[in-house]
Protein backbone atom coordinates (compact mmCIF):
# COMPACT_ATOMS: atom_id res chain seq x y z
CA UNK A 1 0.00 0.00 0.00
CA UNK A 2 1.62 3.12 -1.05
CA UNK A 3 0.87 6.20 1.07
CA UNK A 4 -0.46 8.92 -1.94
CA UNK A 5 -3.45 11.22 -0.96
CA UNK A 6 -5.21 11.57 -4.55
CA UNK A 7 -6.04 14.84 -3.29
CA UNK A 8 -2.68 16.07 -2.85
CA UNK A 9 -2.18 17.99 -5.37
CA UNK A 10 -5.92 19.24 -6.05
CA UNK A 11 -6.72 22.84 -4.91
CA UNK A 12 -7.94 22.65 -1.11
CA UNK A 13 -11.49 23.13 -0.78
CA UNK A 14 -14.27 23.68 1.67
CA UNK A 15 -15.55 20.36 3.22
CA UNK A 16 -18.62 18.80 3.71
CA UNK A 17 -20.68 16.44 5.97
CA UNK A 18 -20.91 12.85 4.18
CA UNK A 19 -22.59 9.71 6.00
CA UNK A 20 -23.22 6.29 5.01
CA UNK A 21 -25.65 3.68 6.70
CA UNK A 22 -23.35 1.07 4.65
CA UNK A 23 -19.63 2.03 5.50
CA UNK A 24 -17.90 3.62 8.34
CA UNK A 25 -15.08 6.45 7.77
CA UNK A 26 -11.68 4.38 8.63
CA UNK A 27 -13.66 0.62 8.48
CA UNK A 28 -13.30 -1.87 6.29
CA UNK A 29 -16.01 -2.46 3.40
CA UNK A 30 -18.78 -4.71 4.36
CA UNK A 31 -18.42 -8.40 2.16
CA UNK A 32 -21.53 -6.76 -0.37
CA UNK A 33 -19.39 -3.83 -0.99
CA UNK A 34 -16.38 -6.72 -2.85
CA UNK A 35 -16.73 -7.36 -6.28
CA UNK A 36 -18.52 -10.43 -7.20
CA UNK A 37 -17.58 -9.33 -10.96
CA UNK A 38 -14.17 -10.06 -10.59
CA UNK A 39 -14.10 -13.15 -8.62
CA UNK A 40 -14.13 -12.25 -4.84
CA UNK A 41 -16.15 -14.97 -3.19
CA UNK A 42 -19.25 -13.31 -1.42
CA UNK A 43 -18.74 -9.97 -3.30
CA UNK A 44 -22.30 -8.63 -4.68
CA UNK A 45 -20.70 -5.47 -6.17
CA UNK A 46 -23.24 -3.33 -4.35
CA UNK A 47 -23.07 0.51 -4.50
CA UNK A 48 -22.96 2.08 -0.68
CA UNK A 49 -25.98 4.17 0.44
CA UNK A 50 -24.78 7.91 0.89
CA UNK A 51 -25.88 11.00 2.62
CA UNK A 52 -24.45 14.60 2.00
CA UNK A 53 -25.29 18.11 3.87
CA UNK A 54 -23.77 21.39 4.21
CA UNK A 55 -22.67 21.71 0.73
CA UNK A 56 -21.40 24.97 -0.62
CA UNK A 57 -23.66 27.83 -1.57
CA UNK A 58 -23.86 27.85 -5.27
CA UNK A 59 -24.01 24.23 -5.83
CA UNK A 60 -25.79 23.83 -9.03
CA UNK A 61 -24.78 19.35 -9.25
CA UNK A 62 -22.69 16.61 -7.33
CA UNK A 63 -20.44 13.53 -8.77
CA UNK A 64 -19.35 10.77 -6.72
CA UNK A 65 -16.60 8.80 -7.07
CA UNK A 66 -14.97 5.98 -5.76
CA UNK A 67 -11.31 5.04 -6.14
CA UNK A 68 -8.25 3.42 -4.89
CA UNK A 69 -5.14 4.62 -4.69
CA UNK A 70 -3.63 1.77 -3.58
CA UNK A 71 -4.12 -0.78 -6.66
CA UNK A 72 -1.02 -2.01 -8.47
CA UNK A 73 -0.78 0.27 -11.61
CA UNK A 74 0.49 3.63 -11.73
CA UNK A 75 -3.22 4.98 -12.10
CA UNK A 76 -5.34 3.35 -9.35
CA UNK A 77 -8.35 2.11 -9.89
CA UNK A 78 -11.83 3.86 -10.66
CA UNK A 79 -14.43 1.71 -9.20
CA UNK A 80 -17.15 4.13 -9.59
CA UNK A 81 -18.40 7.14 -11.28
CA UNK A 82 -21.64 9.49 -11.12
CA UNK A 83 -21.94 12.51 -13.15
CA UNK A 84 -24.19 15.52 -13.46
CA UNK A 85 -26.35 14.23 -9.81
CA UNK A 86 -29.31 17.13 -9.50
CA UNK A 87 -28.13 20.02 -6.49
CA UNK A 88 -31.55 19.09 -4.99
CA UNK A 89 -30.11 15.38 -4.45
CA UNK A 90 -28.15 14.77 -1.50
CA UNK A 91 -28.44 11.08 -1.36
CA UNK A 92 -28.36 7.98 -2.81
CA UNK A 93 -29.84 4.16 -1.73
CA UNK A 94 -27.51 1.45 -1.02
CA UNK A 95 -27.77 -0.30 -4.31
CA UNK A 96 -27.93 2.35 -6.57
CA UNK A 97 -24.89 2.33 -8.68
CA UNK A 98 -26.18 -1.74 -10.75
CA UNK A 99 -26.17 -2.63 -13.73
CA UNK A 100 -29.19 0.21 -15.18
CA UNK A 101 -28.37 2.96 -12.38
CA UNK A 102 -31.81 2.40 -11.58
CA UNK A 103 -31.56 4.31 -7.98
CA UNK A 104 -29.84 7.16 -9.68
CA UNK A 105 -32.09 10.48 -9.78
CA UNK A 106 -32.93 11.69 -13.59
CA UNK A 107 -30.22 13.19 -15.24
CA UNK A 108 -27.42 11.53 -13.42
CA UNK A 109 -25.37 8.70 -15.24
CA UNK A 110 -22.59 6.33 -14.51
CA UNK A 111 -19.57 6.24 -16.44
CA UNK A 112 -17.59 3.11 -16.84
CA UNK A 113 -15.33 1.93 -14.54
CA UNK A 114 -11.52 0.70 -15.07
CA UNK A 115 -13.06 -2.48 -15.55
CA UNK A 116 -15.43 -0.74 -18.60
CA UNK A 117 -18.54 -1.89 -16.40
CA UNK A 118 -20.66 1.32 -16.16
CA UNK A 119 -22.29 0.63 -12.54
CA UNK A 120 -20.29 -0.07 -8.84
CA UNK A 121 -18.03 -2.32 -9.15
CA UNK A 122 -16.91 -3.45 -5.43
CA UNK A 123 -13.16 -3.81 -3.82
CA UNK A 124 -11.04 -6.77 -5.50
CA UNK A 125 -7.38 -6.34 -4.08
CA UNK A 126 -4.87 -8.93 -5.05
CA UNK A 127 -4.73 -12.07 -2.31
CA UNK A 128 -2.04 -10.59 -0.21
CA UNK A 129 -1.53 -7.46 -1.27
CA UNK A 130 -2.42 -5.55 2.10
CA UNK A 131 -4.82 -3.05 3.11
CA UNK A 132 -6.37 -0.86 0.19
CA UNK A 133 -7.98 2.25 0.68
CA UNK A 134 -11.00 3.42 -1.21
CA UNK A 135 -12.23 7.35 -0.97
CA UNK A 136 -15.63 7.79 -1.50
CA UNK A 137 -16.34 11.13 -2.56
CA UNK A 138 -19.03 13.32 -3.32
CA UNK A 139 -17.88 16.65 -5.40
CA UNK A 140 -20.09 19.69 -5.20
CA UNK A 141 -19.94 21.36 -8.70
CA UNK A 142 -20.91 25.13 -9.69
CA UNK A 143 -22.45 23.60 -12.91
CA UNK A 144 -25.68 21.79 -13.82
CA UNK A 145 -24.10 19.63 -16.34
CA UNK A 146 -20.23 18.56 -16.46
CA UNK A 147 -20.34 18.02 -20.43
CA UNK A 148 -18.41 14.87 -19.99
CA UNK A 149 -19.82 12.07 -22.38
CA UNK A 150 -21.47 8.82 -20.58
CA UNK A 151 -18.64 6.73 -22.07
CA UNK A 152 -15.81 9.01 -20.96
CA UNK A 153 -13.59 7.81 -18.32
CA UNK A 154 -13.40 8.48 -14.38
CA UNK A 155 -10.28 10.38 -15.47
CA UNK A 156 -11.47 12.79 -17.88
CA UNK A 157 -14.59 13.33 -15.51
CA UNK A 158 -12.30 14.23 -12.08
CA UNK A 159 -10.52 16.59 -15.05
CA UNK A 160 -13.45 18.28 -15.92
CA UNK A 161 -14.02 18.38 -11.96
CA UNK A 162 -10.88 20.10 -11.18
CA UNK A 163 -12.44 23.39 -12.90
CA UNK A 164 -15.57 23.54 -11.48
CA UNK A 165 -15.33 21.70 -7.70
CA UNK A 166 -16.57 24.20 -4.80
CA UNK A 167 -16.48 21.33 -2.13
CA UNK A 168 -15.87 18.09 -1.39
CA UNK A 169 -16.80 15.36 1.01
CA UNK A 170 -14.81 12.13 1.60
CA UNK A 171 -15.88 8.30 3.45
CA UNK A 172 -12.49 6.47 3.36
CA UNK A 173 -12.74 2.47 3.90
CA UNK A 174 -10.67 0.20 3.61
CA UNK A 175 -10.36 -3.50 1.99
CA UNK A 176 -8.18 -6.47 1.84
CA UNK A 177 -7.77 -10.20 0.58
CA UNK A 178 -5.72 -12.30 2.77
CA UNK A 179 -3.30 -14.55 0.52
Not at 48 to 69: M, R
Not at 131 to 150: K, M, N, Q, S, W
Amino acid sequence: MTANDPFARLPEVPGFSLTSSTVTDGAPWPQAQFSGAFGVPGGQDVSPQLSWSGAPEGTKSYAVTVFDPDAPTMSGFWHWAVANIPASVTSLDEGAGDDTGSGLPAGAYQLPNDGRLSRFVGAAPPAGHGAHRYFITVHALDVEDIGVPAEATPGFLGFNIFSHILGRATIVVTGEIPA
